[in-house]
């Protein structure tokens, strides 16, 4: 299974980027993670296999949200009202099977993305 993320850039507080996630697998709960410069890295949102069901970290809930199109075998990550907290750079990852106590915890997830940078200044 392969995953490419992309869509990441430099913008402003205040402002949107939708990252993309290319996945080779439709059949995967798909997940969004960051690590910011000097941190661990960490949860920001998730969503089940078939769409229906979507989880955030505190953090960016009511300003990140995470959706598929099947079809198109693609995650999105549209960021809204972003924060210079939000840089990061930012990973998809996927897995078939992850039990719901385990959706935000990155070792549950088997296949990762290369990763794409958001840096937000202030």
């Known amino acids: 299974v392969q995953l490419q993320a992309s869509g990441g850039g430099l913008v402003r507080a205040g402002g949107s980027l939708r990252l993309s996630c290319a996945a080779s697998?439709?059949?995967?709960?798909m997940a969004w993670f960051r690590q910011a410069p000097g941190k661990e890295r960490e949860f920001v949102a998730v969503i089940k296999r078939n769409g229906g069901h979507t989880y955030y970290a505190q953090s960016v809930k009511g300003r990140f949200t995470i959706s598929r199109n099947n079809n198109k075998d693609m995650v999105y990550l549209q960021m809204d009202n972003l924060r210079p907290e939000d840089t990061a750079v930012y990973y998809c990852?996927?897995?078939?099977?992850?039990?719901?106590?385990?959706?935000?915890?990155?070792?549950?997830?088997?296949?990762w993305g290369q990763g794409t940078l958001v840096t937000v200044s202030s």
């Open positions: 697998e439709r059949t995967l709960t």
């Open positions: 990852a996927g897995d078939p099977s992850i039990i719901h106590s385990e959706l935000a915890s990155q070792t549950a997830y088997s296949y």
